[in-house]
């Protein structure tokens, strides 16, 4: 059963560029959440969804979007990159109906230049 | 507000040795506590959870028990290895349905030397 994919696993971008990062959830999960995480903090929420729709959101600027497709699958979308969005992101995902645990992808590295 | 407080780190600990890293949560209602681990290089990875009051969560010898009336979710393992260096991170679980997400805390980083 493989557990949560993201790729891709490291990312060079340079400012005012755009970037797509993928998730695939684990095997029966259908919630994903989206985690921030920069060097030496702890994850910051980003957002979530479910049934293709985002359900919740931190405080994270609009040029933080994503999308769920229906097989599960989310994409993290990042316009107009700033030097601060370097960071490791984090991709969750749980059972709606036990949705308290959530299961880490290995994460995506993006580094801002 | 929701919020987790863990101690500071770095904890530098030798081989054998008892570990503590605290963990104290400020919530409404009763939240579901957690202790995720982070190796180097990776990403987190759930060590263990308590969803009630006076729960002990156990996992690869760590222990946590959630105590309501401290407000606090410990953890504690009995004796350290090198392996069990790492950053850890208290989490807890606010919301209900769709609508939950993890509150962190900043995480604690353990360095075991042999």
């Known amino acids: 059963d493989a557990g949560v994919t993201q790729s891709p696993t490291h990312l060079i971008k340079t400012r005012g560029q755009q970037v797509t990062l993928r998730c695939s959830p684990k095997?029966?999960?259908?919630?994903v959440s989206w985690y921030q995480q920069a060097l030496g903090q702890g994850p910051q929420f980003i957002f979530q969804?479910?049934?293709?729709?985002?359900?919740q959101r931190g405080n994270f600027p609009d040029r933080f979007s994503g999308h769920q497709f229906p097989n599960y699958s989310s994409e993290l979308n990042v316009n107009a990159l700033l030097l601060g969005d370097s960071a490791l992101y984090l991709c969750?995902?749980?059972?709606?109906?036990?949705?308290?645990?959530?299961?880490f992808g290995p994460g995506t590295r993006l580094l801002v230049l | 507000g929701n919020s987790v407080t863990q101690m500071e780190g770095p904890v530098t600990l030798s081989e054998e040795a008892f570990l503590t890293i605290n963990c104290t949560y400020t919530?409404?209602?009763?939240?579901?506590l957690f202790w995720y681990v982070q190796y180097p290089g990776e990403g987190l990875q759930l060590l263990l959870k308590?969803?009630?009051a006076d729960d002990k969560g156990s996992n690869k010898g760590f222990e946590a028990t959630y105590r309501k009336e401290t407000t606090s979710f410990h953890l504690e393992k009995g004796s350290v290895q090198v392996s069990d260096s790492a950053v850890y991170f208290c989490a807890l679980s606010v919301g209900a349905g769709n609508n939950r997400k993890l509150i962190w805390g900043l995480g604690t980083s353990l360095a075991v030397n042999p």
């Open positions: 095997s029966g999960h259908d919630t």
């Open positions: 308590a969803t009630k």
């Open positions: 919530a409404t209602g009763y939240p579901s």
């Open positions: 969750a995902s749980s059972p709606l109906d036990r949705g308290e645990t959530q299961y």
């Open positions: 969804y479910y049934e293709e729709e985002e359900r």
